[in-house]
């Protein structure tokens, strides 16, 4: 098969271990086929269930899902409703399959601002996976990266007026620890659909050098091979982080 092939091309021990992906383009891929949006992310959600399943079986350690931003509520309610409806539907769907495959589950974002019920499944299903290993899975959820940092920034001044903290203390490693992704590598790669060249106010401070992947492809139609080729793809980049890789002659000086 096509993305047998692809796998074989894959090299593990340089697969990234942290992928974050913005799961755009379900309206899209609606309005083309005249039909409600809703049914755009109705299939956007078979794509999460396969993309879920290819990081698991590549060993992928930990995949962040942008599901829902801190500017989406301002959708139109209907919309929002169903998002919320489908949201409650997978938690509660999927939960044995995250079980079995020893998957995590994190929400990263503004859960108290999640309708009662969908909280009370995302909590359920957080607390029946919270000791696996094998693989974690973020769903961004109600989630805007400015928020996260000025959360963590009132965090770190609440512990430095309370006397716990000395403002030299912080540090790039100390706010880190305070985002909703405190503890979790950052992304190595950031994959957007649709064709879209922004953040939208995803990840911004975990993204500093992680590799981007733009495709034209709408998520409903994002594919387990088309997963496969970015992979090859950023395998085959040269991430100096920054710095200059320094080539050497047969004694060890630089050329």
């Known amino acids: 098969m096509k993305s047998d092939i692809n796998v074989s091309e894959l090299e593990k021990e340089s697969l990234p271990v942290h992928v974050a992906m913005i799961m755009d383009g379900n309206g899209r891929w609606a309005k083309k086929r005249l039909m409600n949006r809703v049914k755009g992310h109705e299939q956007g959600s078979r ?59 994190n929400i990263l974002g503004q859960k108290e601002k999640l309708p ?45 007026r309370s006397g716990e903290l000395r403002p030299e203390e912080i540090t790039d490693e100390t706010l880190s620890a305070h985002l909703y992704t405190g503890g979790m590598p950052d992304p190595d790669l950031i994959i957007r659909t649709s064709g879209e060249f922004r953040l939208s106010n995803f990840m911004m401070w975990q993204a500093a050098y992680a590799e981007l992947f733009i495709t034209r492809t709408l998520w409903p139609d994002f594919s387990k091979e088309e997963f496969h080729k970015i992979l090859i793809d950023f395998q085959q980049r040269d991430r100096r982080f920054g710095k200059v890789k320094c080539n050497t002659s047969n004694d060890g000086s630089p050329l």
């Open 47 to 105: 794509t999460v269930r396969e993309i879920v399943s290819a990081c698991r079986e590549l060993g992928i350690g930990f995949l962040t899902l942008y599901a829902f931003s801190t500017e989406n509520w301002g959708r139109p309610k209907a919309e929002v409703k169903a998002l919320m409806i489908l949201l409650k539907r997978f938690l509660v769907s999927e939960r044995d399959e995250l079980n079995n495959k020893g998957i995590r589950l």
């Open 116 to 160: 009662a019920d969908v909280r009370e499944e995302a909590e359920r299903t957080m607390d029946l996976t919270r000791n696996h290993t094998e693989m974690v899975l973020n769903l961004a959820l109600s989630y805007g990266s400015r928020e996260e940092i000025t959360r963590a920034a009132q965090r770190l001044a609440h512990k430095v």
